[in-house]
């Protein structure tokens, strides 16, 4: 069993909602991103989602565009967020995803990129970029590297759709919850519980609700209807907006204490 479906069992045991963090590998700096990533599980995030950095990225609003930019200025590649993710694999226990463009996975060879992966202590991959009939290169060689693949599904998703991918998911269902681009829009449970509660009727795996989070009240409304919530583009945002890279980790911490204890309160 992964670490990421233990994390997921406990969590349900405890009737508690997952809580997954996207950060941008190297951005601002590769040590500055580890002591972010440690920062928040020791914060109360549940998974950890590292973006690796890539020149066009195709769902990602402004403010994670201008993170990858950051990242890939301050020298992150491939080579370098693996050896993040080992140094800081030494440390926690946390669930970590990688979510990577379909481009990058192939220039260091599919293969490779998931042993390597699985081997620096990766537990699930998401390919933003891969729908699920395009995905077949991709999920036996992360199978057979013992990683959880993770798709997405959407409000426009129809109901096959919604089943295709069900398929393909290990460790949780990325459900995106307003169509475009990352942090462009606010969600609300109207907008979206019923969808999800569709794809819960689908999915083995647990529906995890991302794009569009931001505030705690939206993240707790959100946990009621989904198995979790991935915040995005308002946690990038924070360590953007951080007077100094060393004030960072602080502000990331405080603002994941306060969507945990809200998701927390019943």
């Not at 999920?139 to 069900?166: E, M, N, Y």
């Amino acid at each position: 069993m992964s670490r990421i479906t233990d994390t997921m069992n406990k969590l349900r045991t405890e009737r508690k909602s997952a809580l997954a963090i996207f950060l941008t590998g190297g951005d601002p700096s590769i040590s500055a991103s580890k002591n972010l990533i440690l920062a928040a599980a020791k914060a109360g995030a549940d998974i950890i989602e590292i973006g690796i950095p890539f020149s066009d990225p195709l769902a990602d609003g402004p403010v994670i565009q201008r993170s990858f930019l950051r990242a890939i200025k301050a020298g992150a590649n491939v080579t370098a967020i693996l050896k993040l993710v080992e140094s800081v694999r030494k440390e926690i226990e946390t669930p970590i995803v990688f979510m990577v463009a379909t481009t990058l996975v192939i220039n260091h060879g599919v293969g490779k990129f998931m042993k390597d992966s699985a081997k620096a202590g990766v537990d699930g991959i998401i390919l933003p970029d891969a729908p699920p009939e395009e995905a077949d290169e991709f999920i036996p060689a992360a199978r057979a590297a013992g990683l959880d693949t993770i798709f997405l599904a959407a409000p426009t998703s129809t109901p096959q759709r919604l089943k295709s991918v069900a398929r393909l998911c290990t460790g949780f269902m990325y459900y995106i919850n307003v169509s475009g681009v990352t942090g462009d829009k606010s969600a609300t449970v109207a907008d979206v519980g019923a969808q999800i509660r569709k794809a819960k009727k689908v999915s083995k795996a647990p529906v995890m609700a991302g794009f569009g989070v931001k505030t705690p009240e939206q993240a707790k409304a959100l946990s009621k209807v989904a198995d979790g919530v991935i915040i995005g583009s308002a946690a990038v945002d924070i360590v953007a907006s951080a007077k100094n890279q060393s004030a960072a980790p602080e502000a990331l911490a405080r603002y994941i204490r306060s969507v945990r204890k809200a998701m927390d309160s019943h």
